[in-house]
């Protein structure tokens, strides 16, 4: 099991920054990737960005070059950094991680995050 806690959301204008944390415990030695997602109202959760293991991460289109996913040496924590932020980034925000061994994802309690135009 692995239990995830995330800090950081908030309300910013637009043009502004805010980063968000996400903390694993648990069976943190399973992870593989970890990642953050987000959820709009009256949309589907999509994933924002993701990072593996090894250091390879991958980036929604909507926000490449303007938010950086990074990952604790220790392999347990995952912080985004949003900057440029949009009135169109809006949503709540999720992290989430995927473990192997056995095969397994786990979600956080998901982070607001508001931007005002």
């Known amino acids: 099991q692995v239990q995830l806690v995330e800090s950081g959301g908030g309300l910013v204008q637009a043009g502004g920054s805010l980063r968000l944390s996400c903390a694993a415990s648990g069976s943190i030695f399973r992870i593989n990737a970890m990642g953050w997602y987000r959820q709009a109202p009256g949309k589907q959760r999509e994933l924002v960005a993701e990072?593996?293991?090894?250091?390879?991460?991958n980036y929604a289109v909507s926000v490449k070059d303007r938010f950086t996913i990074s990952r604790g040496n220790d392999k347990s924590t995952v912080d985004l950094q949003m900057n440029s932020l949009k009135p169109d980034d809006t949503a709540i925000y999720y992290c989430n991680v995927e473990t192997r061994l056995p095969l397994n994802y786990y979600w956080g309690q998901g982070t607001q995050v508001t931007v005002s135009s």
């Open positions: 990072i593996q293991s090894g250091g390879r991460t």
